[in-house]
């Protein structure tokens, strides 16, 4: 079977390099294939660190504000609700989808799939949920809030005392949980993987 570089657009037969190789294109050099060995394992154990981070992340305080005797703490949550309340529709709809419910999907479709995987039971759904997980990464922008995080927190700093809680520590190691779970996910062996388990 042949597949095209999607740099150069050379036609090569496909590459099956063992875990820990790197497979090349051999004209341009792209970088075609990397197998992560435990790919399946990590993936299990990153994506269910995700789920229980998620929950200390969005229900617990972040950020505490004193300005003038008066406090205020805030979680995710606060920020989609004041933009409700000042009428931002369409940006605490973006913000409520891109920071709380499609990481939340996204790391519950990386749990069901390499869970099935890792028991090594056939599930129909998981060709469906592969390319939903693959989708939605895309979308699934935790670090576009902490931007704001730290955007806000550098104005407030000269105006307020701020006071950090432990659900900002939670969002903190929920990015890390994410990246390192988008660099240990191999779609290539999950693929195969899932073809696998559907010739059972």
């Not at 154990?45 to 969005?58: D, H, K, R, V």
């Not at 935790?142 to 969002?171: D, N, T």
């Amino acid at each position: 079977m042949y597949e095209a570089c999607p740099e150069c657009d050379l036609l090569l037969n496909r590459p099956v390099p063992e875990p820990g190789d790197k497979a090349h294109c051999p004209r341009c050099g792209y970088l075609l294939q990397r197998p992560h060995k435990h790919s399946i394992e990590r993936t299990l154990a990153l994506s269910l660190a995700g789920l229980i981070l998620m929950i200390p992340a969005n229900l617990l305080p972040m950020i505490g504000i004193n300005i003038l005797g008066n406090s205020m703490d805030g979680n995710l949550w606060t920020g989609v609700s004041v933009l409700f309340n000042e009428d931002m529709w369409a940006v605490a709809i973006l913000v409520l989808l891109s920071s709380v419910l499609l990481p939340f999907v996204n790391m519950g479709f990386a749990f069901l799939i390499s869970f099935h995987l890792f028991i090594e039971k056939p599930n129909g759904h998981l060709v469906r949920w592969m390319r939903w997980l693959q989708y939605l990464n895309e979308w699934a922008m935790l670090e576009v809030y902490a931007l704001g995080i730290i955007v806000a927190c550098v104005k407030l700093a000269g105006m307020a005392e701020l006071r950090f809680g432990f659900g900002l520590y939670a969002f903190i190691g929920l990015l890390f949980v994410n990246a390192m779970l988008a660099n240990e996910l191999d779609t290539y062996l999950f693929w195969h993987r899932i073809a696998h388990l559907g010739k059972k």
